[in-house]
């Protein structure tokens, strides 16, 4: 089946597609092992109706700031939706918080939650360096697990098996560096 194909076929009902913003390698690899069937990186452009209008396969919306402009925009347009819904658990100035399950009894095809894993991810930095601030400056150094996955497992995520390979060639023996 062509990847054009496969995609009408995801859009189509019986259930909305919800598809994770992702902005790297790591965050697609996540998004994929979490079981989601599709991805999205946004732009601009591509949220005019005149796409729809030249054959487009999907209207993608953005900034519905309330759940009666979702509504209208679902009832009005003639192609399935995709709909932005921004940071996925909060509410901003441009997207009410809905669940895909709300947008999918509205008609929408598609949903989008493109600062998902952006916004996660700063959230994880901003806890990881107050953490990392409070053992630099302790007088014992404090694991801190909870706030890092493991080498092996950023290997495991991006299927990289050399990285297992590579830390079995370089380390230190902890008996002979005493």
Do not use: H, W
Not at 11 to 18: A, D, F
Not at 84 to 91: A, E, S, V, Y
Not at 124 to 144: D, H, L, T, Y
């Amino acid at each position: 089946m062509s990847k054009g194909k496969l995609f009408k076929k995801l859009v189509n009902p019986p259930e909305i597609l919800v598809s994770p913003g992702v902005y790297d390698g790591f965050s697609l690899k996540i998004t994929e092992q979490a079981g989601f069937k599709a991805a999205a990186i946004t732009g601009a452009g591509v949220s005019e109706c005149q796409f729809v209008e030249a054959g487009a396969d999907i209207f993608y919306a953005d900034a519905l700031m309330t759940v009666n402009g979702m509504k209208t925009v679902v009832e009005n347009i003639p192609a399935p939706l995709c709909v932005n819904m921004g940071l996925g658990f909060q509410t901003r100035g441009t997207t009410p918080l809905i669940t895909s399950k709300q947008l999918q009894a509205m008609g929408a095809a598609m949903v989008t939650f493109p600062r998902l894993l952006t916004t996660a991810a700063a959230k994880g930095m901003q806890n990881c360096m107050a953490a990392f601030k409070i053992m630099v400056g302790g007088e014992e150094p404090e694991a801190r697990e909870d706030l890092q996955v493991r080498f092996k497992e950023i290997g495991e995520l991006m299927e990289l098996p050399i990285l297992d390979n590579l830390d079995e060639k370089y380390a230190v023996n902890a008996e002979a560096a005493e």
